[in-house]
């Protein structure tokens, strides 16, 4: 199919290479990319300087995570090994994405809430206190990281949006504006975009209020790199990491379920859930392992990525849904 080869993170290159020699590669690409790894460090470094929530950070860490079980990931392995489909479907998209215009940026919010409204960032940022956190990151193509995220919890949004009780939802989306960013222009020998441009990501409101789930408006102890989805992302540490959307301008409470971007294309390997399981693979490959991005290490793979007694509990009565896709 067609739609296979557009995207690379549903086959890993570990899985189409064998393996002495995929390592090999990715330490001939580490070192050809270097140069220009460190080019765009010195430019997120400068933009961190001069971002006017820069005076916001590093805030404080939150001791209840200040611990995940395993070393941080070097900040310029992380910001510079990337998915963000919207600049391109290489992990190198880190100077690409410096095109991203972060400011003016607002966030509108809709749909079963009292009163619909927009907020401008900065204005949000002055209506919640942000803390750090120390989350695990497991990405569906089985690599992982350790990052320092600074935000607040997508619980405090919730407040401040007065949801309905006819909301059962949340569902989040990103930018569409391909002038700005690549990826989202139509294809050129496809009829019309070939992707169903903005992403989109939902959670249930349970999921929405339980304490992990985090907006992440940091990482590092700075206002977050546009590679990883600036100004303000999702981080779901007991999910895969498609379900972490970036770069949002929308947050609409709903009544029906959300499609997220990755379901809307392969429904057949990703769905709603994604919660993170060992023991359930992806159709085209094994989800008992995962490399640690910054040792190349493969370490085994925990149920809900060692995060199960805090959310173990939402998905009791709900054993017929596909929790682990
Ligand atoms: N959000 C948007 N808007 N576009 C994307 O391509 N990729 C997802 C998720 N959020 C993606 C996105 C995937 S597949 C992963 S693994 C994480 O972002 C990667 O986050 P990172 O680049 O900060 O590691």
């Known amino acids: 199919m067609l739609i296979k080869t557009i995207h690379g993170w549903d086959i890993p290159e570990s899985r189409v290479t064998p393996e002495h020699v ?3 590669r990715r330490q001939f690409i580490a070192a ?6 460190t080019l765009a460090l010195g430019s997120m470094r400068a933009r961190a300087a001069t971002d006017p929530s820069a005076h916001l950070y590093p805030a404080a860490l939150n001791p209840g995570f200040a611990d995940a079980g395993r070393k ?3 900040e310029d392995i992380n910001t ?3 998915n963000f489909y919207e600049f391109g479907t290489s992990k190198r998209i880190s100077r690409a994405a410096e095109a991203l215009k972060i400011r003016p940026w607002d966030i509108r919010i809709d ?3 009292e009163k619909p409204f927009t907020i401008s960032f900065d204005d949000l940022l002055k209506k919640v206190t942000l803390e750090e956190r120390i989350y695990r990151h497991r990405c569906v193509e089985a690599w992982s990281m350790v990052v320092p995220w600074s935000g ?3 619980r405090k949004l919730v407040e401040l ?3 309905l009780s006819s909301a059962k939802y949340v569902r989040f989306e990103t930018f569409n504006d391909p002038e700005m960013a690549p990826g989202q222009k139509p294809s050129l020998f496809g009829f019309g975009s070939s992707l169903p441009w903005p992403y989109v990501e939902g959670i249930t409101m349970a999921e929405a209020r339980n304490d992990l789930s985090f907006l992440v408006t940091g990482a590092y102890g700075k206002p977050v790199p546009k590679s990883m989805g600036a100004p303000i992302r999702l981080h779901l540490p007991w999910k895969y990491g498609f379900k972490s959307i970036k770069s949002i301008v929308k947050i609409s409470f709903t009544s029906e379920r959300p499609k997220g971007f990755w379901e809307q294309i392969l429904p057949n390997e990703y769905g709603f859930w994604a919660n993170v399981n060992p023991e359930v693979d992806h159709p085209r490959w094994s989800q008992a392992e995962e490399r640690m991005l910054s040792t190349g290490e493969k370490i085994p ?3 809900y990525n060692g995060y199960g007694e805090a959310v173990a509990d939402l998905y009791k009565g709900l054993e017929g849904e596909l929790l682990f896709k």
């Open 152 to 154: 607040f919890p997508v």
């Open 22 to 24: 995929f390592f090999n």
């Open 111 to 113: 749909g079963e809430v």
């Open 301 to 303: 793979t925990v149920l």
């Open 32 to 37: 050809a990319g270097a140069g220009a790894a």
């Open 72 to 74: 941080v990931t070097p």
């Open 161 to 163: 949006a007065n949801p």
């Open 80 to 82: 510079t090994y990337n």
